[in-house]
């Protein structure tokens, strides 16, 4: 099972970044898949969750401003970030979730003027 993350980097205040998760081993529909980030010195947070229902959630942080969607076609899963803000900087990790949890390998994401 492997999760490759990909599509952060560093963008100024108001700016927007697409993460995307690309899966391979398992079936993402079958999962609750999840977008974490962990900034410096903190713990790791949940940031958005989109279920094997086809429900989503979000961290209060976040909620307007990101958006978490899933291609089955593609068995990757998106983070839409915008309005990014200077606090959205931390490592992002996607997360697959059943009996077994699985974590890709995070994507650094900056913002910053």
């Known amino acids: 099972v492997q999760l490759q993350a990909s599509g952060g980097g560093l963008v100024q205040p108001g700016g927007s970044l697409r993460l995307s998760c690309a899966a391979s081993g398992i079936i993402l529909s079958t999962y609750n898949m999840g977008w974490y980030r962990q900034a410096p010195g903190e713990q790791r947070e949940l940031v958005a969750v989109?279920?094997?229902?086809?429900?989503?959630n979000y961290a209060d942080s976040v909620k307007g401003r990101f958006t978490i969607s899933r291609d089955n076609v593609k068995n990757t899963v998106f983070l839409q970030m915008n309005s990014l803000k200077p606090e959205d900087t931390a490592v992002y990790y996607c997360?697959?979730?059943?009996?077994?949890?699985?974590w890709g390998q995070g994507t650094q994401v900056t913002v910053s003027s």
């Open positions: 997360n697959a979730r059943q009996v077994f949890n699985y």
């Open positions: 989109f279920t094997s229902a086809g429900t989503t």
